[in-house]
């Protein structure tokens, strides 16, 4: 019989075989690596839907149950293996704090019962243990990924289903996420309460964060979730954390990835889109070259409030894309949300969001080119491309676009918001043009499809 547990992109599965009682049933396809571990007797196994509870009895309740870590305070990268089974209830409800009854964790209800033994946590039926850095956690409701298209539990209001790596997985595929509460990913504040740093203790060096998710329609949306240790201090045009081959080399980011207030935004140029640099978040404004203010507007809006990881609370004039704020070594403009995320690469259609024109992120326009002549396309002989323009750069919409190198305008390349775009003439035509500005955005980020990291680092 074999038991299995994500890595930590929660896209493949290690394999270990279970001496386990004789009311223990289970199996999966798979490369089988021999570890023998010996499994206690509140857990029984088998495989087990989290979404429905079945086929556990009343006072069993589908959850994941760890075989073996190792302890996150003497190991730098926790080996997290485990499975889909039932496991007796526990009696800690959604919002209280819980533990994972591992062998870094004991507690008189649940005491240690060894390295390598299959162990749950305390929560209550249809809640799992949401761990912070030092191993305590938080119970929080187990839902169903899929949101309103799906027929598993939907997380509330001013809530979001995330996907959590190495977790919950079925032949290497997450079937069920937890509810995190939703955010500003700009402010970094709670949609609900509005806690600082998304309800840190310390938010002047957070441990959680506001990251890209799925929305119950399946659209982009934003929820808390804990910062991996890994991904302290990738700030602005840092590479995200993510999963690595067995050679050590990545192969994904995580949708937490980043330090809190920056989120996957544009790979480098020599990178395919499966790998993202982390961005800062931004508020932002109009911009083109027709005037001082509105020429300055390019690195965001200077009267709205931003949140810096290193500042206790947000404040006015930390939303800036400029260096040593949200910015970094190399000039960015705040591009608005809908610029960034929300254009289907597929069809250049923009899929309508609440954040589409309040949320932005730090474009490094300076980092990429594009065929601005569209030589390519007309079959005309080649040229070479040029670097994108700032939108500082660019004439207003109706100016003259042969006055800069670009031949373009700033309505053209996405410096205006999504609701003054949409209602000029031939809005489609904008979208082609803002789809070849940059090949880098990845779709993927859209619909929660990057899970968030949960293995301690």
């Known amino acids: 019989m074999v038991a299995c547990g994500g890595d930590d992109g929660g896209s493949d599965i290690t394999q270990v075989t279970?001496?386990?009682?004789?009311?223990?049933?289970?199996?999966?396809?798979?490369?089988?690596?021999?570890?023998?571990?010996?499994?206690?007797?509140?857990?029984?196994?088998?495989?087990?839907?989290?979404?429905?509870?079945?086929?556990?009895?009343?006072?069993?309740?589908?959850?994941?149950?760890?075989?073996?870590?190792?302890?996150?305070?003497?190991?730098?990268?926790?080996?997290?293996?485990?499975?889909?089974?039932?496991?007796?209830?526990?009696?800690?409800?959604?919002?209280?704090?819980?533990?994972?009854?591992?062998?870094?964790?004991?507690?008189?209800?649940?005491?240690?019962?060894?390295?390598?033994?299959?162990?749950?946590?305390?929560?209550?039926?249809?809640?799992?243990?949401?761990?912070?850095?030092?191993?305590?956690?938080?119970?929080?409701?187990?839902?169903?990924?899929?949101g309103a298209a799906g027929t598993g539990p939907q997380c509330g209001t001013n809530f979001n289903c995330a996907r959590m790596s190495a977790t919950f997985l079925s032949m290497g595929t997450v079937i069920a996420g937890i509810c995190e509460p939703t955010c500003n990913p700009v402010t970094q504040k709670t949609e609900a309460t509005g806690e600082e740093a998304c309800g840190s203790p310390d938010p002047a060096n957070p441990y959680l964060g506001c990251f890209t998710g799925a929305n119950a329609d399946g659209t982009l949306g934003f929820a808390c979730s804990r910062v991996p240790r890994a991904a302290k201090g990738r700030t602005d045009r840092r590479r995200a954390h993510g999963p690595t081959d067995s050679g050590g080399v990545q192969t994904g980011v995580f949708s937490n990835g980043c330090e809190a207030g920056y989120i996957l935004g544009f790979g480098p140029a020599d990178e395919t889109v499966t790998i993202a640099n982390c961005n800062g978040t931004c508020y932002p404004a109009d911009s083109d070259n027709s005037t001082s203010e509105l020429a300055a507007a390019a690195i965001g809006d200077p009267t709205k409030e931003g949140k810096l990881h290193t500042k206790a609370a947000a404040a006015v004039g930390d939303t800036l894309c400029r260096i040593n704020n949200k910015g970094s070594a190399g000039p960015s403009d705040c591009r608005y949300g809908w610029f960034a995320f929300y254009v289907d690469p597929e069809t250049n259609v923009v899929l309508d969001s609440p954040y589409q024109d309040n949320v932005g992120i730090c474009y490094p326009y300076s980092d990429f080119t594009y065929d601005h002549d569209e030589d390519e396309l007309t079959g005309m002989p080649p040229t070479a491309e040029i670097g994108v323009p700032s939108c500082f750069q660019l004439p207003p919409y109706g100016g003259n676009p042969a006055s800069t190198p670009h031949n373009r305008t700033a309505d053209e390349l996405g410096c205006y918001s999504w609701a003054r775009t949409r209602n000029l003439p031939d809005p489609t035509a904008r979208l082609k043009s803002i789809q070849k500005l940059n090949p880098y955005r990845n779709a993927s980020f859209t619909g929660g499809q990057v899970a968030h990291k949960h293995i301690l680092q």
């Open 18 to 146: 279970i001496d386990a009682p004789e009311d223990v049933t289970q199996g999966v396809d798979g490369d089988i690596t021999d570890v023998v571990i010996d499994a206690p007797a509140d857990v029984t196994q088998g495989f087990c839907d989290p979404l429905t509870q079945t086929p556990c009895t009343a006072d069993e309740r589908c959850t994941w149950i760890v075989e073996s870590r190792d302890d996150p305070s003497t190991t730098p990268i926790e080996a997290d293996v485990g499975r889909l089974g039932c496991a007796r209830a526990g009696t800690i409800a959604v919002g209280e704090e819980c533990v994972i009854t591992g062998p870094a964790f004991p507690t008189a209800e649940f005491p240690s019962v060894g390295m390598g033994a299959g162990v749950a946590d305390n929560c209550a039926k249809g809640a799992w243990c949401r761990q912070f850095l030092d191993g305590r956690g938080v119970c929080k409701t187990i839902c169903d990924t899929a």
